[in-house]
């Protein structure tokens, strides 16, 4: 199993940043259409890293960042900026176990 080039972690759940991008321009477009070019931004500072090394299980492109490392760099971006209620909402739809890993969900509240 490969490695998350972020957190070292194991990338049990290998769906690709491209992939999770798309759904979230829609998620995004639906709640507040002017954020979706925004978050778009936000998550080409992760995809940077990519460097290839395990199939999507989406679009079988290849990936090394995993779901969880890109959710949170979106999700901190959002608290950071003031989207507090984006941010709690993004929870319910992209929450790759961020909401106790990092305790990220308390400063939501």
Known sequence: MEKCLIC????????????????MMYWAH????????????VGESVKEFDMKSTDCVICRR?????????????YSWL????????????LSHF???LDYRFDLKAQVI
């Open 79 to 90: 608290l950071e900026n003031g989207y507090l209620d984006l941010a709690q909402r993004f």
């Open 8 to 23: 070292y972690e194991a990338i049990t759940n290998p769906i690709c940043p491209e992939c999770l991008e798309k759904q």
């Open 30 to 41: 639906e709640l507040q259409p002017s954020l979706a070019s925004v978050l778009k931004r």
């Open 95 to 97: 929450n790759f176990e």
């Open 62 to 74: 290849n990936m090394n960042i995993c779901p969880h490392c890109y959710c949170k760099e979106i």
